[in-house]
C-alpha cells in the first residue's frame, strides 16, 4: 500500500465528480488530475491536436486511449511524491483501469479507493442544464454565481453542454463505458458508492467518513 491515498472518483457527466475533489483535495494532502478539463485546455490550442480534441468533446465522444494515457503520463511525473492522487474523469472503461494500475505501479504507487457518486438521470440532464464552468480554472458552478467562488474568474457555458441532446448522448454513452468498471472494481473490494443525489455539504461528510 502507498504512503499517501490515491483515488479515483467516478460518476456519470454532473454528477458532481469536480465540486467533491475540490471539498477533499487539502484535507487529504490530494493533487487531482481532471483529464475532462485537460481535455479542454488541449481543444484551446490552435494546434492539429487541438482541432482533433475540441471536434470530439463537441461531439459528446472520448478523446482515443492514445491521447488520454499520454497526457496522464506526462502530468504524473511533475506530482511530487509527498502527495497523493485524485483522478477526476479517468478511468472511463476497463482498458483504462488496467493501464492505470500500470501507471500508478511505475510511480511507486497503488490505487487505495474508488469513490462512485451515483445519481438519477433526470437529476442529472436538469444538473447539466443550468451548469456554469469557470474559463480560468474550469470549476463547475450549478448556482446563480456570475464569478467562480473558487478564482472569481468568468463562468461561461460549456460548449458540451449546450445542446440537450450532446447532454444526453454523454449521458448514455458514459453510462454504457462505466458500468462495467463499477463491477470491475466492486468485485476488486476498493468500491466506495456513496449517494450523490443530495446537497454537495452532505455527499463531502459521507466521502470523508469513509476515507478517515
Ligand atoms: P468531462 O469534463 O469529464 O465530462 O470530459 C469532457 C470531455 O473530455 C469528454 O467528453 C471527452 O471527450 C474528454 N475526456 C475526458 N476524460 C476522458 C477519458 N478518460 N478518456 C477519453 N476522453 C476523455
Redesign the pocket.
Known amino acids: 500500500m502507498s504512503k499517501n491515498l490515491n483515488l479515483v472518483i467516478i460518476g456519470l457527466?454532473g454528477s458532481g465528480?469536480?465540486t467533491q475533489v475540490e471539498a477533499i483535495k487539502n484535507r487529504f494532502n490530494l493533487v487531482d488530475i481532471?483529464?475532462?478539463?485537460?481535455?479542454?485546455e488541449l481543444a484551446d490550442q490552435n494546434t492539429p491536436l487541438g482541432y482533433e480534441?475540441r471536434e470530439?468533446?463537441n461531439k459528446?465522444?472520448?478523446?482515443?486511449?492514445e491521447?488520454?494515457f499520454k497526457v496522464i503520463r506526462e502530468r504524473i511525473k511533475t506530482i511530487p511524491n509527498d502527495k497523493g492522487l485524485v483522478f477526476?474523469?479517468?478511468?472511463?472503461?476497463l482498458k483504462?483501469s488496467q493501464v492505470l494500475d500500470e501507471i500508478l505501479f511505475r510511480a511507486g504507487r497503488a490505487l487505495d479507493k474508488v469513490i462512485y457518486l451515483s445519481v438519477p438521470e433526470e437529476e442529472l440532464e436538469k444538473r447539466l442544464k443550468t451548469r456554469l464552468i469557470c474559463e480560468k480554472c474550469g470549476y463547475s458552478a450549478f448556482g446563480h454565481e456570475k464569478n467562480c467562488p473558487k478564482c472569481q474568474g468568468k463562468l461561461v457555458k460549456?460548449e458540451?453542454d449546450t445542446s440537450l441532446k450532446v447532454v444526453q448522448k454523454?449521458i448514455e454513452e458514459?453510462f454504457k463505458i462505466i458500468s462495467p468498471l463499477i463491477s470491475c472494481y466492486q468485485k476488486r473490494g476498493n468500491l466506495i458508492e456513496i449517494n450523490g443525489d443530495q446537497p454537495p455539504k452532505d455527499v463531502t461528510k459521507d466521502i470523508v467518513k469513509i476515507l478517515e
Open positions: 457527466p465528480k469536480g481532471a483529464t475532462g478539463e485537460i481535455a479542454r480534441v470530439v468533446i459528446g465522444e472520448l478523446l482515443s486511449d491521447i488520454i477526476d474523469g479517468f478511468p472511463r472503461n483504462q460549456r458540451d454523454r458514459n
